[in-house]
């Protein structure tokens, strides 16, 4: 995550106030589609996993796009990352408040084929969510030092995006929806090394010359 100039327009503050208000309002327009609780809860949570993932693909690519496609579009993409990520942040928030009540209100359908050991991959990616949004402000940044900050967002984002991909992969037989996402995810592995590959590349390049 990086931080953006200030300035006016559909962006910093703005941006993150915009995209959690729609994710919002698509959890609680999902919701009022059903008459059934259980049923309006499950679309909710399935609405904001997918929200959830449009903003940490973005969040998660920005800088490769940067690499490969150097545009007007993907420069400003890359410097409202932050912003991006505490949308995403507020995104999952959400889909974890609902997981919740759900499964306080309908234990026996929540816990049905479900063992403690398949909450650890979820687990594990909130911890890191939590960790990354606390450490997306200056200050921490200061605090941390460049170099362990750098490392713990670059890790966080590889650890989210392989438990995006282990969510995915566990639900392939469910749905096509996972089939989509799963093959999204990966592709979007595959562009971030490439854009590191291609980094490296010109940075070796450069060393020549010098």
Known sequence: M????????????TLFLLMSLLVLLFA??????????VEALRSAIRVTARTSFAL????????????????????????????????????????????LTYAQLFPETFWAGRTPAA?????????????????????????LGFRTWKWLHSTGTWVIAAIFCLSFYK????????????SIMVS????KLTAKTAIRARKSSQAGVL
């Open 2 to 13: 990086t931080y953006p100039n200030s300035g006016s327009g559909l962006r910093g503050w």
């Open 56 to 99: 940490f693909l973005l969040t998660f690519l920005a800088s490769s796009l940067v690499t490969l496609v150097p545009t007007n579009g993907t420069k400003a993409l890359l410097r409202e990352r932050r912003f991006l990520g505490l949308a995403f942040a507020f995104s999952h928030l959400v889909h974890g408040i609902l997981i």
């Open 188 to 191: 979007a592995i595959v562009l």
């Open 119 to 143: 909450n650890i991959p979820g687990s594990t990616g909130y911890l890191f969510i939590l960790l990354l949004t606390i450490t997306s402000f200056p200050v921490m940044v200061r605090l």
């Open 28 to 37: 609680t327009t999902t919701m009022l589609l059903h008459t059934e609780l």
């Open 171 to 182: 639900r392939l037989p469910l749905h096509p929806w996972y089939l989509i996402g799963f």
